[in-house]
């Protein structure tokens, strides 16, 4: 073997030579497009988990639906309902319902009080009774139209085929209903900013403080280590747990304060959306604190030294320096608690939201639901068309997610500094 | 140090000769001895270099000076600091007013990220300004031309003191201490990250503010200290690792007939 390769030809004795150089580099070479190629399959796993979660939902939210009338609007009337006057109206809600129930309405609601819109609406659902016989996927609209047109003359003759994005204004605006097709996620959508707001107006200011406290002030001695550890592991406690505690604690042991009675409200129990911020307060705290903490922690220390140097006192070292440089760190693990809470579920069905639920909420003191757990409710339905409704939930509550997320970078490229 | 010594040393210090001055200083990080037993008094108005191999102590020394080492959790000091004949050390002593005082710059430029008018104001910001908008410029253009880098930013007093050069950040420092007008002025390594032209600038400067301020300085470069100081302190660590004093004297002295052979050993060269 030659040993003349080595630039200045002289042999080492202890490292390949000659065409060994070569095959060592090679084998190098290989053993690091193993473990390259390892990591981009990682990557792709990740991308087929994430592209086969976005088509169940988009194929699930948008396809066509076959919609069939009890009567004809057309031999209701001659022209559009739209056209006809509140009392011809109320003539077809009449003639068309029976007596109890037509006096049932009236009782309700009079009709001579009524809005022309209100009766219309009655005469749309209980007369012409829009319904949907059945509903296809996305893929199936696509590819298979002309088996669905047939299936459809041949099971619902009556029936007309139209494309439909569950995913609307209507879904976005209208509250929970038994009926699929009038269902939407308003009240859902409300109910989660509300208790977000009241998670959020607790969670920021308390672990921006207790981050603060925990690294710019407490000593390392035991019981600051102990908290540590607690406030580590809490983080990573079930969150059923946390729905258990608030049950127990926000639900029933104050419930004088989360059901409004000490303030005046009645009929109202502790089941409220102050019990359920309060819980997912409870929840995201550690979170916060933590991330607090890492902001705090990545504020150089030369920044701190320069500060106490000049003669700060340490509350002016946090509130000039290391506050502001924390800042985008912070924000960050804001809207990461903010996107925690926005999704939790379990907490939330321990301590009693309503499944169904038709009002809105208006103060902290009434009874909620929120988006999750719409979803989990529909999920568990049967029936293609909660399915569809679920899926459209599912896109609302995804979009609202990327939407912090994209305002947390925003936020946090604004403020970013340069040490 | 016998009685009169001490008696001496007093009447200096009233007569102001030192600015600072330590006595049989030991300074612990928890159960570590960092520095044994260091007395050394600081002539006012003078230029003072520790020097010395690394880990030795000086610049552990130099934070014991200004207090800077209480934010190291466990530091601990036995002994006095002396500043205007109160140990700084006593617990009716607030270690702010200290460092407000005693002005720090540190080896590694550290500004703000905020405008170069902010970091000089942010001083006599926090220790309580109450001048006008006008009195503040001329603050600002004051601390910027004593430590000559006024002509390199006058324009852009509002930019970041980051976007400045290592050197030009460095001299941004020092007129930062300067903004709060302290007495004595502890430089720990400050030409370390810069250039030689950077360093010769800093150099000037040190020697320019000589002329108001009492200056101490840690230096690895013993071309520098030989250069700019008057007095310098050699340190080095003993085998338990703590760092010492060895010896003490005016520059010329230390660098031309050294008295301790391991003080010779080290400024010509063997080890270190």
């Not at chain 1, 701190?304 to 912070?330: D, E």
Request: aromatic share 8%; proline share 5%; charged share 20%.
């Amino acid at each position: 073997m030659s040993t003349t390769t080595n630039f200045d030809g002289r042999s080492t004795g202890y490292l390949p030579e000659g065409a060994d150089i070569n095959r060592n580099i090679a084998t190098r070479r290989l053993r690091g497009k193993i473990w390259q190629t390892l990591f981009f399959s990682s990557l792709v796993i990740g991308s087929l988990a994430l592209a086969t979660l976005l088509y169940t939902i988009i194929d699930d939210s948008f396809g066509y639906i076959a919609v069939q009338t009890k009567i004809d609007p057309e031999e209701l009337s001659d022209r559009p309902l739209e056209e006809l006057s509140k009392e011809e109206l109320i003539e077809i809600l009449r003639a068309n319902i029976s007596a109890g129930l037509f006096r049932r309405f009236d009782r309700d609601e009079p009709f001579s009080e009524r809005s022309k819109e209100s009766v219309l609406q009655l005469v749309e659902e209980r007369v012409i009774g829009r319904e949907v016989a059945a509903a296809f996927k996305l893929t199936e609209s696509l590819l298979e139209r002309e088996r669905i047109e047939a299936t459809v003359r041949e099971r619902f003759p009556r029936a007309e085929l139209e494309f439909h994005s569950w995913i609307n204004r209507e879904f976005l605006t209208r509250p929970m209903s038994s009926v699929p097709f009038l269902a939407g996620v308003g009240n859902a959508i409300l109910g989660s900013l509300w208790v977000i707001a009241i998670t959020m107006l607790l969670v920021v200011p308390i672990g921006i403080l207790g981050g603060v406290y925990l690294e710019e002030y407490a000593s390392d001695t035991w019981y600051y280590r102990l908290i540590e550890t607690n406030i580590n592991n809490l983080a990573g406690v079930p969150s059923i747990i946390y729905g258990i505690l608030g049950l127990a604690i926000f639900v029933r042991a104050l419930e004088p304060i989360t059901s409004g009675a000490a303030f005046g409200v009645t009929d109202s129990n502790g089941r409220t959306i102050l019990s359920a911020g309060l819980t997912m307060a409870l929840l995201v705290l550690p979170l916060m604190i933590i991330n607090a903490r890492e902001a705090i922690r990545a504020v150089p220390q030369s920044i701190r030294q320069a500060s106490y140097g000049l003669g700060a006192t340490r509350w002016q070292t946090v509130w000039h320096h290391v506050l502001p440089n924390a800042l985008p760190g912070i924000l960050t693990g804001t809207i990461l608690s903010l996107s925690r809470a926005f999704g939790e579920t379990a907490p939330l069905i321990v301590i009693g939201a309503s499944t169904f639920i038709v009002s809105y909420p208006d103060s902290v003191f009434d009874k909620f639901t929120v988006i999750p757990i719409q979803i989990y409710n529909w999920t568990s339905q049967p029936g293609s068309q909660f399915r569809s409704i679920a899926a459209a939930a599912i896109i609302v509550l995804l979009v609202t997610l990327l939407l912090l997320n994209a305002t947390a970078i925003l936020l946090r490229n604004r403020f970013k500094r340069r040490y | 140090m016998t009685v009169a010594e001490r008696l001496r040393v007093n009447m200096a210090q009233a007569n102001g000769i030192y600015a600072v001055e330590l006595q049989n200083t030991h300074i612990f990080y928890g159960s570590f001895h960092a520095v044994k037993d260091v007395s050394l008094p600081i002539e006012r108005q003078k230029i003072t270099a520790f020097i010395g191999p690394s880990g030795c102590g000086k610049s552990t020394v130099l934070r014991a000076i200004n207090r800077m080492n209480d934010l190291i959790p466990g530091a601990r000091l036995d002994g006095q600091v002396l500043f205007h004949g109160k140990n700084i050390y006593d617990p009716d002593v607030d270690p702010v007013e200290v460092r407000r005082r005693i002005g720090m710059v540190f080896q590694k430029p550290n500004p703000f990220p905020k405008s170069i008018y902010d970091n000089i104001m942010f001083g006599p910001r926090i220790n309580g300004w109450r001048g006008t908008k006008a009195q503040a410029d001329e603050l600002v253009e004051r601390a910027l031309r004593g430590a000559a880098i006024w002509d390199e930013v006058k324009d852009k007093l509002h930019q970041p003191g980051t976007a400045l050069s290592g050197g030009q950040q460095q001299r941004l420092c020092i007129a930062r201490a300067l903004a709060v007008q302290p007495e004595v002025i502890l430089v720990d390594e400050p030409c370390s990250a810069l250039d030689p032209i950077s360093t010769l600038k800093i150099e000037e400067l040190m020697f320019e503010l000589r002329r108001n301020y009492t200056i101490i300085i840690v230096t690895h470069n013993m071309q520098q200290a030989s250069r700019v100081s008057d007095y310098t302190a050699f340190f080095l660590m003993d085998s338990d690792r703590a760092g010492q004093l060895i010896e003490y004297g005016p520059t010329e002295e230390i660098f031309t007939s050294p008295k301790d052979k391991r003080t010779e050993d080290y400024i010509s060269g063997r080890f270190g």
